[in-house]
């Protein structure tokens, strides 16, 4: 089977939103051409054949109200959550995914989700190795000096050695025999692995750089990278929500 190729198992979207945010507070709820953010979001996440579901997990009865209103499935979840990861498993235990099932975790704040680069993440797991997951794609030299930007590096066979604020690969003569790749937060676990993540407490490096995926790696958890060459826009700050308007359809007239 090609590495491309979705694996013939279900594979279940779920997207954490909350409301609270230190740099964007209610970014779900944001108009994009005449929808929320939530909505661009699950509907482009409905486009990947590969997914058999998709659904939004909340905190928040503002955020659960209106996407019922736009006919979004949507699940009330825990407030005491760390991580988005957390909030998604327990999602997928609360509409009780199977066991075999791929749990795919998509940031809420990515209104031009590529659908096929969900169809290439599930595809990894093609390989029965792979456990969990995730996307990267190349950068260039303005993005690699960013500290907001995470970068990642990997082995030979795909899988992440480690992900970074910091400049990693740093090249100490001119060039990178290895270039610098970005990370894209998208994530898939088989569900043993999900719970398994949720089980552990957070590791030293996840704490130093607030990164939690490094949870994974610092408990020998291999994690498959995938690449592709288009990087779409997420939304961090105020700054960023021009730029994902290309890519969102207008709701305006409707």
Not at 162 to 187: E, K, Q, T, V
Not at 192 to 220: A, C, D, I, M, Y
Request: with cysteine.
């Amino acid at each position: 089977m090609p590495e491309s190729a979705v694996p013939p198992r279900q594979a279940h979207a779920l997207i954490p939103v909350r409301y609270a945010s230190s740099r964007l507070p209610g970014k779900p709820l944001l108009p994009l051409k005449g929808r929320p953010m939530f909505y661009h979001v699950w509907r482009r996440a409905r486009l990947c054949p590969g997914l058999s579901s998709v659904t939004l997990a909340t905190d928040d009865e503002r955020i659960r109200r209106a996407a019922s209103e736009l006919d979004v499935p949507v699940l009330m979840t825990s407030p005491a959550h760390a991580s988005g990861t957390d909030r998604v498993h327990e999602a997928a235990r609360l509409l009780k995914l199977p066991r075999k099932a791929l749990i795919v975790n998509i940031q809420g704040d990515e209104p031009a989700l590529d659908p096929g680069l969900v169809s290439l993440l599930l595809g990894a797991f093609a390989d029965p190795a792979v456990e969990a997951a995730t996307a990267a794609h190349p950068l260039d030299a303005a993005d690699f000096a960013r500290v907001d930007k995470v970068k990642v590096v990997l082995d030979r066979t795909g899988d992440a050695l480690y992900f970074s604020r910091a400049l990693i690969p740093c090249a100490r003569d001119d060039g990178w025999a290895a270039p610098p790749l970005g990370h894209i937060g998208i994530y898939a676990f088989t569900f043993p692995t999900l719970e398994k993540f949720v089980g552990l407490p957070p590791s030293p490096l996840e704490r130093t750089e607030k990164l939690e995926q490094l949870r994974l790696l610092e408990n020998g958890i291999k994690m498959r990278v995938v690449l592709t060459d288009r990087a779409s826009p997420g939304v961090d700050r105020a700054e960023d929500l021009e730029a994902v308007l290309p890519y969102v359809d207008d709701y305006s007239t409707v």
